[in-house]
């Protein structure tokens, strides 16, 4: 089966760091995304990892274990603003050897003062 | 360059009626997706086209839902009759192609509300 693992919500402290995890069970990978929600608005793209390490854009980082099937995305400096939810998608082949993207549920980030 | 832009922004129906929204991917965009997110959740693939030709179209409930992708640029989806279960955000996306590291770039989406 498909499965994507996220926690529902975190909390953290303006100008703080937060880690938010994602694990990940599919039937093959092609490569894992990041994107970020406000609340009542689209997804846009954060980040994209295929190979295993650390991807360091900015604020933002985000890192890869494909052996361990996990990834985490690192915000540094918390701004009001990154108050959001953060959603996890894997790439993985479809029964029609195409690609699909395979979503989590999405962290909600609560930034306080 | 032009995001992608989808209407209305939201509808409220009453269940048993017919609904529509249309999307505009970005321009030169091959590949278009619909999903369809209910609070609290991920976006969950409804419909792909890869141009004018349907991709996967497997979590696409056949008896009251349809699309289209006339010309492979605008699409439209139709809910015909709508469920209680329906209400949720429609979220239009589009991609260069449709290998495996394309960014989706995500339309404002349509809030429906199916009463």
């Known amino acids: 089966g498909q499965n994507i693992d996220q926690p529902t919500e975190m909390t953290a402290t303006e100008g703080a760091i937060v880690q938010i995890n994602c694990t990940y069970q599919?039937?093959?990978?092609?490569?894992l995304f990041w994107y970020q929600q406000h609340a009542g608005e689209a997804p846009t793209f954060l980040s994209y990892?295929?190979l295993d390490g650390l991807e360091e854009k900015g604020r933002f980082s985000s890192f890869l274990s494909r052996s361990k099937g996990y990834s985490y995305l690192l915000l540094k400096e918390l701004q009001m603003k990154d108050s959001a939810s953060y959603l996890c998608a894997v790439s993985a082949p479809s029964m029609d050897s195409n690609y699909q993207l395979i979503w989590g549920a999405g962290t909600k980030l609560i930034i306080k003062p | 360059e032009a995001g992608v832009a989808q209407s209305p922004r939201y509808k409220i129906i009453e269940k048993r009626q017919s609904v529509a929204f249309w999307c505009n991917p970005i321009?030169?965009?091959?590949?278009l997706y619909w999903y369809q997110q209910i609070l609290g959740q991920g976006p969950k693939l409804l419909i792909q086209?890869?141009?004018?030709?349907?991709?996967?179209d497997s979590q696409l409930p056949k008896d009251r839902f349809s699309a289209e992708r006339l010309k492979g640029v605008d699409s439209t989806l139709k809910i015909q009759p709508a469920k209680l279960e329906d209400s949720a955000v429609y979220l239009c996306?589009?991609?260069?192609?449709?290998?495996?590291?394309?960014?989706?770039?995500f339309g404002p989406g349509t809030r429906l509300l199916v009463l």
């Open positions: 996306a589009s991609s260069l192609g449709s290998g495996t590291g394309e960014t989706q770039y």
């Open positions: 599919t039937s093959g990978f092609n490569g």
């Open positions: 321009s030169g965009h091959a590949t």
């Open positions: 990892n295929v």
């Open positions: 086209f890869q141009n004018n030709g349907v991709v996967d």
